[in-house]
């Protein structure tokens, strides 16, 4: 099973980015997904996820109307497309697939597949 991270890099405030989760050896919407992400001197968080089966979706307070988290199922890629980027969203970007997206947001115990990340800085 192997994950791999893309699209991320320098934007400027205010800037756009659309991430992708590329899968091999798993098919991603047989399981929940979610993209976590991990500043420097801070713990990984969840940002958003998408279950599988119905699709539900669920987005961090701090990125919601800003993020967008979908599936391209014929790719086998998860993308989270981000938009109005702040400083605050400068971190390492990894994307996970898991057992479940509980109501919450992503638990990291539940998600046993990770990329290596990819870096998203937002900076003038």
């Known amino acids: 099973v192997q994950l791999v991270e893309s699209g991320g890099g320098l934007v400027q405030p205010g800037g756009s980015l659309r991430l992708y989760c590329a899968a091999s050896?798993?098919?991603?919407?047989?399981?929940?997904n979610c993209w976590l992400r991990q500043a420097p001197g801070k713990e990984r968080e969840g940002v958003s996820g998408i279950s599988s089966g119905d699709g539900n979706t669920y987005y961090a307070d701090s990125v919601k109307c800003r993020f967008t988290i979908s599936r391209d199922s014929a790719k086998n890629t998860v993308l989270l497309q981000m938009i109005s980027l702040e400083p605050e969203d400068t971190a390492v970007y990894y994307c996970a697939a898991g057992l479940t997206l509980r109501e919450g947001g992503p638990r990291l115990t539940d998600f046993g597949s990770w990329g290596q990340g990819t870096q998203v800085t937002v900076s003038s």
């Open positions: 050896g798993l098919t991603l919407d047989a399981f929940a």
